[in-house]
């Protein structure tokens, strides 16, 4: 493409820099293409749990879906947002939620997406950084927030379903049906487009300051990686990644259940998504992935129509992708290795991760995840763990980085790298370092090394790294050793306050209660573990181990040891 064709890349304040023009051209070059399709919350109630039973979609155009932008942009123009206002969107992923933020980009305003599973004062806390001037949201969202005085100040209240009153400005449903039309506004390439909460282990809200050239650069690396088709249809599980299907032009397949709360029937939901929509690229969580590969083993479906499948969030192991590969055997199956701040980092499809030599004993596990070659845009460091801010002020790199194949702290940067954080300069001093030439660079948070072949491992997280006695213990091997049991339903490798050692390691497992009993488990640990050469000190098992509520993937530690700490000892 021509660099005066290049959206968000256009020197001085232009229209063509505002995200929008990708649903622009869109509407101007194939109308009639489905942009979403989904399913009703009453039609779902209706469904029988069958795979052999269709879930009804509903479906809207990018003519149609453009309308609605459209109007509801002109709505929000009248009712007084302008460029550069914030407006939250506290809406589930489904058409309402994208009308919505793609209206308050239109108008150069920005749209905010709040953590949904952070507590009220956390959403306070969100509310106090950008200062909003509007929400959209449904009513049980105003609910929540009632009283917050970060609250108090907003201009414009739009509710979306049932429960609209007196106390609203306006109901976005209705704003949907009255015709009108705003022309784009022209932004600045880091005008902030989107800001993203998240909730980390400290619990204080950071939103990454997600511009329109940071957007438009992310479409491209991803879509660089991951090309489409015109005819494609895709799944996503990350709304991140539904952005990057319409700014591609493809039609999108919202999955049909509550991300926020996984339950038994989700399995079967997607699978009968995957199976009768003409799916054919689908991007699924670690635990998605595996719970979709056990359901269509157990009921004998292949999903023959999919010809891409992409995870990512969390580690996933070799068993989980050649499991995968036995019911979408013509599926490419893609892990990517990403971040909030950064997505995609890296990259490796599964057939060329299962190649990969392993040791001849099965029951020696590699230290960390292969996580494949780093994305071509990008450059990057392994640099020593230091857990506080860095100022390349007061030392060098060479005084930082590790030498070449040793475990580092991996940073990265690169023009998809978010370069900060919305009005929060004690987040940017703790995850960024800039160097001599003004360039900014993300500290992943993430202990990694490259191999002689150019792969990424990762091998655990800074925070979560155990030192000890002097030896640092990495989680990712020994949850991959733990996981691989077949009584074992969830697993997790920490570190708990020792007087003499600094920190002692323990192996916590919630038992399949039909696999096996808890000394015959024991005894099972603590020989794999002496195999491969990993101490461990405690054994502890529980009824459930806690997991993160977005990709309910990763372990959170924090939580759990704290739950051991106050429980009993083994």
């Not at 998605?288 to 292949?302: P, Q």
């Not at 129509?305 to 969030?313: I, N, P, Q």
């Not at 030599?357 to 020593?384: C, T, W």
């Amino acid at each position: 493409m021509k660099d005066e064709e290049r959206i968000g890349h256009q020197p001085g304040r232009a229209p063509l820099n505002n995200v929008i023009s990708y649903i622009e051209r869109h509407r101007a070059a194939f109308p009639e293409r489905l942009a979403l399709r989904w399913v009703e919350t009453s039609d779902l109630a209706a469904w029988d749990g069958r795979p052999a039973s269709r879930l009804p979609h509903r479906e809207i155009s990018y003519s149609r879906f453009a309308e609605g932008i459209d109007r509801v942009a002109a709505g929000l123009k009248d009712l007084g947002l302008r460029s550069g206002d914030r407006a939250i969107i506290f809406l589930p992923m489904g058409v309402l939620m994208y009308t919505a933020m793609f209206a308050v980009q239109r108008l150069g305003a920005v749209a905010v997406f709040l953590d949904s599973w952070a507590r009220r004062h956390q959403l306070g806390a969100s509310a106090a950084c950008v200062q909003p001037k509007a929400m959209i949201s449904h009513r049980a969202a105003f609910d929540l927030v009632a009283g917050l005085p970060e609250f108090g100040g907003l201009e414009i209240r739009i509710v979306a379903g049932p429960g609209a009153d007196a106390s609203f400005t306006a109901r976005l449903e209705d704003m949907l049906q009255r015709a009108g039309s705003v022309p784009v506004e022209a932004v600045e390439p880091e005008d902030t487009a989107l800001v993203t909460f998240t909730t980390g282990s400290s619990g204080a809200p950071k939103g990454a300051n997600r511009t329109h050239r940071f957007l438009c650069a992310q479409h491209e690396a991803l879509a660089s990686l991951l090309p489409y088709e015109p005819a494609d249809a895709d799944l996503p599980a990350f709304p991140i990644f539904s952005l990057n299907n319409l700014a591609s032009g493809v039609t999108t397949v919202i999955p049909a259940l509550d991300l926020a709360a996984p339950g038994p029937r989700d399995a079967a939901l997607l699978a009968t998504q995957l199976l009768r929509e003409g799916v054919t690229c689908a991007t699924l969580s670690p635990s998605m992935l595996v719970g979709v590969s056990r359901f269509c083993a157990e009921a004998g479906i292949e999903l023959a129509g999919l010809r891409r499948v992409v995870t990512g969030g969390a580690p996933i192991s070799r068993d989980n992708v050649r499991d995968f590969l036995r019911i979408a055997p013509r599926a490419a199956c893609w892990v990517l290795y990403g971040s909030t701040e950064v997505e995609p980092m890296a990259h490796i499809e599964a057939r060329e991760m299962l190649a990969q030599a392993g040791k001849p004993d099965p029951e020696i596990v590699e230290e960390g995840v292969n996580v494949g070659r780093v994305s071509p845009e990008l450059e990057y460091k392994f640099i020593r763990i230091r857990r506080g801010p860095i100022d390349l002020k007061q030392e060098s790199w060479a005084a930082l980085e590790v030498p070449p194949g040793e475990v580092g702290e991996f940073i990265v940067t690169g023009d998809h790298v978010c370069r900060d954080y919305f009005n929060n300069e004690d987040a940017f001093r703790r995850a960024k370092i800039v160097d001599e030439r003004g360039r900014v660079w993300h500290r992943t948070g993430d202990l990694a090394r490259l191999d002689p072949a150019g792969h990424l491992w990762i091998v655990g997280r800074i925070h979560n790294v155990i030192e000890r006695g002097g030896r640092l213990c990495f989680p990712v091997r020994a949850e991959i050793i733990l996981k691989q049991l077949p009584f074992v339903k969830q697993a997790a490798f920490l570190g708990l306050p020792d007087p003499g050692l600094g920190e002692r390691t323990a192996a916590v497992a919630a038992l399949d209660p039909a696999g096996c009993d808890e000394r015959r488990a024991r005894d099972e640990i603590l020989r794999l573990f002496a195999k491969n050469g990993i101490p461990v000190d405690d054994v502890f098992f529980v009824e459930a181990i806690p997991m993160d509520p977005r990709h309910h993937s990763k372990v959170e530690y924090d939580v759990l040891r704290k739950q051991l700490e106050g429980g009993r000892r083994p």
